[in-house]
T-cell receptor, first 113, second 115 residues
Framework: AQSVSQHNHHVILSEAASLELGCNYS??????LFWYVQYPGQHLQLLLK??????LVKGIKGFEAEFIKSKFSFNLRKPSVQWSDTAEYFC???????????FGKGTRLHILP | DAGVIQSPRHEVTEMGQEVTLRCKPI?????LFWYRQTMMRGLELLIY????????DSGMPEDRFSAKMPNASFSTLKIQPSEPRDSAVYFC?????????????FGPGTRLTVL
């Protein structure tokens, strides 16, 4: 069965620190991968997605993620975080041509000013 | 476009009462998804529709939950009778075509509290 595992439930960083949020998935086949973000009091928004091509994907607000097929991973990175990055981040996966997406449990990121 | 619209935004009810959550997808989108978010279980897919037809309801927790999509612009999720463990945020999302070519757009959610 498909599953997504996010390693950290809660991360606290200071502004300007570098960020890496871990995500591993379990799926026997070609996958599409996503990171969604939910800012406080707001709905989920797509941050970035990967479905083919360059395994290093760049998204909005300076975020990027790298798909490492051999490790079944899709970690999210940002070189220098800002207070406004405080949010909950969800990694998600679906099988190629699947309609539904499986979400991880999320990582709550707090950035200290 | 107004995006995905959900109502109500907050609902407080007593155990045993019927609860109806509503969703209006983005015009032209042919997929509609209902999710539930809790601290313990994260974001779970409950059911999804394609062209108003339910495709997969395997995530619906039990018979107390039902969902309908009578037309392309409206869907409901009903809980009858409601229980305290149903307290969660319920999200509706819509997309045009199959992911990943078209992302899912989420509504603001309905925060349900069952006392």
């Amino acid at each position: 069965a498909q599953s997504v595992s996010q390693h950290n439930h809660h991360v606290i960083l200071s502004e300007a620190a570098s960020l890496e949020l871990g995500c591993n998935y379990s799926y026997g086949g070609t996958v599409n991968l996503f990171w969604y973000v939910q800012y406080p009091g707001q709905h989920l928004q797509l941050l970035l997605k990967y479905f083919s091509g360059d395994p290093l994907v760049k998204g909005i607000k300076g975020f990027e993620a790298e798909f490492i097929k051999s490790k079944f991973s899709f970690n999210l990175r940002k070189p220098s975080v800002q207070w406004s990055d405080t949010a909950e981040y969800f990694c998600a996966v679906n099988g190629y041509r699947d309609d539904k997406i499986i979400f991880g449990k999320g990582t709550r990121l707090h950035i200290l000013p | 476009d107004a995006g995905v619209i959900q109502s109500p935004r907050h609902e407080v009810t007593e155990m045993g009462q019927e609860v109806t959550l509503r969703c209006k997808p983005i015009s032209g989108h042919d997929y509609l998804f209902w999710y539930r978010q809790t601290m313990m279980r994260g974001l779970e897919l409950l059911i999804y529709f394609n062209n108003n037809v339910p495709i997969d309801d395997s995530g619906m927790p039990e018979d107390r939950f039902s969902a309908k999509m009578p037309n392309a612009s409206f869907s409901t999720l009903k809980i009858q009778p409601s229980e305290p463990r149903d307290s969660a945020v319920y999200f509706c999302a819509s997309s045009l075509g199959t992911s990943p070519y078209n992302e899912q757009f989420f509504g603001p959610g309905t925060r349900l509290t069952v006392l």
